[in-house]
């Protein structure tokens, strides 16, 4: 269930250079790793996560396969995009399609790369596609509101659906996102079908100059002191240094460029990790000698629905699940040891999955 964040924001931001360190972060893994690319655009890429190592290094399957997450790169916006200025309207449609924002914003001064809106302005820059998303939005509530007011005359569902349209009119006209008025699950069934842009999770990457990529600068203070408020991470890195490390297919020269500069671990691994929990995904695994594997799923799922991530006959058949914790089977080595010791557990249907749970499903066909 690979879902996917779009990365946005103006021209000339380093948008395209962090979706290429990205695709080419996924590409320089081994190759019993995927990486595939669906459209140029559209990048699938893996998670890292050292937990899946070392259930192979213990289990030595034929194969590992990581779980992943869709990258998507969408065209740069302009002032006017939600009146069709630019590429406007394939942009937003490309944000209606994806599952939550990574926006990237111009941190750094460099009198060779073109800026139209003047000045460095990371929280400008920040609101200009904030406006141009809530506009958008606010004449998807519009048009929903007018052919919703006659229904709901006579019908009481389609009230309390107009009240929540409503809601989201007024919330829209004030300058604030659809994401900030905290409807309910059952609130957010009256606004489901028109997929608002603002009403998304969003995560700012601030692109800083290669003297601010372990501290940040006084452009990505302001962008991380504007965002304290809304509950968004800012994630600082040099977008440029990510696109490089990521171009190397040996792990030794990688890690050479890396302690040049100081780095333990490139920064797109933290943005990768941070848009997963963005995404509220968690993960589980199985493990045997065939295959050594990581399954995404919704924090919250159940097992059954987890196990239908591998095959829909597994959650319509489920019987029980075997499940050991990662922790467990790291400390004795083994499913046969962890079985042995008293620590396979057998689940039902109301167990809800743990993040790093191993586990093995027993079906009816």
């Known amino acids: ?12 931001v380093g948008k395209s250079t962090l979706f290429n360190a990205v695709s080419n972060s996924a590409k320089a893994q081994a190759s019993n790793y995927r990486f595939c690319t669906i459209e140029p655009n559209i990048g699938l ?18 194969r590992t396969v990581p779980t992943q997450i869709e990258i998507v790169d969408i065209a740069g ?46 929280v400008g820059d920040k609101e200009i596609i904030e406006t141009e998303l809530q506009l958008k939005d606010l004449e998807s509530v519009e048009k929903k509101m007018q052919r919703t007011e006659k229904l709901a005359k006579t019908d009481p569902k389609m009230k309390a659906e107009l009240d929540v349209l409503i809601r989201c009119k007024e919330h829209l006209d004030k300058g604030k996102s659809i994401l900030s008025l905290g409807l309910t699950k059952e609130e957010k069934t009256a606004i489901a079908d028109l997929f608002l842009l603002t009403d998304k999770p969003i995560l700012y990457v601030a692109n800083v100059d290669e003297a601010s990529m372990h501290t940040g600068n006084k452009f990505s203070q302001v962008l991380a002191e504007a965002v304290k408020n809304e509950g968004a991470q800012v994630i600082v890195m040099t977008n440029a240094i990510e696109a490089q490390i990521a171009e190397f297919d040996n792990p030794e020269d990688k890690q050479m460029f890396m302690e040049e500069y100081k780095m333990t671990e490139p920064a797109l691994d933290r943005l990768i990790h941070s848009t997963y929990k963005l995404l509220n995904l968690s993960t589980y695994f199985t ?38 914790s990662f922790e467990d089977f790291i400390h004795y080595k083994s499913e046969a040891a962890c079985r042995d010791n008293g620590r396979l557990r057998i689940e039902g249907k109301e167990y809800v999955v743990q993040d790093g749970d191993v586990m093995h499903f027993r079906f009816n066909v």
């Open 1 to 12: 269930m690979a879902l996917q964040a779009g990365i946005v924001g103006l021209p000339n």
């Open 287 to 324: 493990a045997g000698v065939q295959e050594v594997r990581a399954w995404t799923i919704q924090q919250g799922w159940k097992a059954p629905q987890a196990a239908s991530v591998i095959h829909t006959d597994f959650e319509k058949g489920f019987i029980k699940a075997e499940v050991i």
């Open 45 to 62: 890429v893996n998670v890292p996560d050292p937990r899946i190592d070392k259930l192979a290094e213990l289990v030595q399957p034929d």
């Open 77 to 122: 916006l302009v002032r006017g995009a939600s009146k069709g200025e630019g590429l406007g309207n394939k942009f937003l449609a490309n944000i209606r399609e994806v599952d939550a924002i990574i926006h990237v914003i111009r941190c750094f001064e460099d009198e060779n790369i073109l800026r139209d809106e003047g000045p460095i302005n990371p």
